[in-house]
């Protein structure tokens, strides 16, 4: 039992040393790795300063960009919101003008068709007039040629439908000039 109490301790020492060994390992890469790390960053950190203090530039300039752009912006706007309102002025005053014009077109319109109405009526009864007239006159000179013939029964048809025809004239005209007015 000696023995095998002394292999287990030799076993243990070996195992120990292994565990140490390994431990060393451990030890050894992490701090090559922290130093490669640090290297790294201390190789990195000109190049990250130098990009934030570009960083840093370029955001004023942007900033300052913004700040004109934006001032530009409420400068148009405001020019804008002066030209609509002369515009919308300008547009009261014309509308207002043609409203006036659309008024004295409409006026002139109103009078040229009554006067045109007027006329044309007055025209159309001197026409009537004129028509009842002719007729007489030649139912008239109807009458004196059938007397002049000397027989009596053409003279009295004669007359007889020259009164048909003055009463149906008569007739035509006064209706013709009651539709006139």
């Known amino acids: 039992m000696a023995t095998a109490t002394k292999e ?8 120990d040393a292994a565990v140490t060994q390994v431990t060393d ?9 922290t130093d490669m790390f640090h290297r790294a960053a201390d190789a990195f950190a000109p190049v990250v300063k130098s990009a934030e203090a570009r960083m840093a530039e370029l955001a004023e300039t942007v900033s300052a960009e913004m700040k004109k752009a ?12 002066e030209e609509l309102k002369g515009a919308e002025v300008k547009t009261q005053e014309l509308t207002a003008v043609y409203a006036d014009e659309i008024k004295k077109v409409e006026a002139a319109g109103r009078e040229w068709t009554e006067t045109f109405s007027s ?51 008569d007739a035509s005209v006064s209706q013709a000039g009651g539709l006139l007015k």
């Open 119 to 169: 006329q044309v009526s007055d025209w159309t009864a001197r026409s009537f007039d004129s028509y009842q007239v002719a007729v007489e006159r030649s139912l008239s000179a109807t009458i004196s040629f059938a007397e002049a013939m000397k027989i009596e029964w053409i003279t009295d048809l004669t007359r007889r439908n020259a009164k048909v025809m003055t009463d149906l004239v």
């Open 8 to 15: 287990a301790r030799t076993g243990i020492a070996a195992g």
């Open 70 to 81: 934006e001032a530009s912006t409420k400068d148009m706007l405001t020019t804008f919101t």
């Open 25 to 33: 390992s451990v030890v050894n890469a992490t701090a090559a790795a």
